[in-house]
């Protein structure tokens, strides 16, 4: 079965669960806004897709930190993980977690591939 995280009022959220139910694939849904994150789940992540990837820049969270802040949360992956563990809207959303493995953000095409 599929894992989907993010947070449920997020329009890209809307779309992968959108198209998830019309390809008919069961999912289950991970809201880490409600739910949290651990610290063994981003390491994973973050081991598979990259800070890169994992870490949502353009959000707003991200861009309301200081300059000291953002430099503290990437100056180490232990440091980003903490950092994402209190500020869970930085996650670029969704992530999900197939047998293939990760998602990163939503792309139409690439959950096609999943039926």
């Known amino acids: 079965m599929l894992k989907i995280y993010g947070i449920k009022n997020c329009s890209s959220m809307k779309k992968a669960f959108d198209l998830l139910n019309a390809l008919g694939l069961a999912y289950e849904f991970h809201d880490y ?26 959000g707003t969270t991200w861009k309301k930190l200081t300059e000291e802040e953002q430099s503290n949360a990437l100056a180490s992956e232990d440091n980003l993980i903490q950092t994402l563990i209190t500020h869970t809207s930085m996650i ?12 990163v953000g939503f792309d139409e095409a690439r959950y096609q591939t999943l039926k």
């Open 33 to 58: 806004k409600k739910q949290g994150i651990d610290a063994e789940t981003l390491k994973k992540w973050l081991d598979e897709a990259g800070a890169e990837l994992i870490l949502n820049k353009k």
């Open 92 to 103: 670029k959303r969704p992530v999900l977690v197939t047998e293939k493995g990760l998602m």
